[in-house]
């Protein structure tokens, strides 16, 4: 059980475009969704975290107009990534959490290049 | 916010020797510390993990103490194999409805055979 998808796997994208990432709990309720931007070498770094149903709550530093977040069901979350530049490029990773539970459950991960 | 310090970066041990792991943190209301093992390119995966309430928790060859007095916490790998050569990351987490998680910065274990 605890099962997190993540699509796609990589996306390369040219400068200047938007790129949607999906990220879903398979097989239990997800109450929040996070999303973590990881550059080579580097550990994870939370970027927002986000309930269904409401807003996403960003980390400082990181442009919410910029990283657009979706939590609209209890099993899936979306990151579009606007207008996205080469230092965008990165790992994004999401993970899920059931309300009742303490464990974070990660996705697969996906691997943007932009050129 | 929470800081979450992981020492040493890089680690490599004998086969079959034991690796040690260890953080800080800075938020005593943390109370969740879980560990992960990443593969390159891979998910983060779920280890071990120990909660305030308990100072040390063993799964087989993996072990986890806390000292909440000091604020850290410690991963002990025993007999170590070659298939542990992975990046560890140690994480904190605050009781609180989001329990965002804040992640050390890696330690590359390498087993040599």
């Known amino acids: 059980g605890a099962v997190v998808s993540q699509h796609p796997s990589w996306v390369i994208c040219k400068s200047g475009t938007s790129v949607k990432i999906e990220c879903r709990s398979l097989d239990f309720q997800a109450t929040t969704m996070f999303w973590y931007r990881q550059f080579p070498k580097q550990s994870l770094m939370l970027m927002a975290t986000?309930?269904?149903?409401?807003?996403?709550?960003?980390e400082q530093g990181v442009e919410k107009d910029k990283f657009l977040i979706n939590h609209a069901s209890l099993t899936l979350s979306t990151l579009t990534v606007t207008s996205a530049h080469p230092e965008d490029s990165s790992f994004y990773i999401c993970s899920a959490r059931d309300r009742d539970f303490y464990e974070q459950y990660f996705g697969p991960g996906t691997r943007l290049t932009v050129t | 916010g929470e800081n979450v310090e992981q020492h040493p970066s890089t680690l490599s041990v004998q086969e079959g020797d034991s690796a040690v792991i260890k953080c800080t943190y800075s938020d005593s209301a943390s109370n969740y510390f879980p560990w992960y093992k990443q593969e390159l390119g891979k998910r983060p995966q779920l280890i071990i993990d120990i909660r305030s309430n308990v100072g040390e928790k063993k799964d087989q060859r993996i072990a986890v103490t806390l000292n909440k007095t000091a604020k850290h916490f410690s991963l002990h790998i025993t007999e170590t194999q070659p298939e542990d050569s992975a990046v560890y990351f140690c994480?904190?987490?605050?009781?609180?409805?989001?329990?965002?998680?804040?992640f050390g910065s890696g330690t590359q274990l390498t087993v040599l055979p």
């Open positions: 994480a904190a987490s605050i009781a609180g409805s989001a329990r965002q998680l804040t």
């Open positions: 986000s309930n269904e149903g409401s807003k996403a709550t960003y």
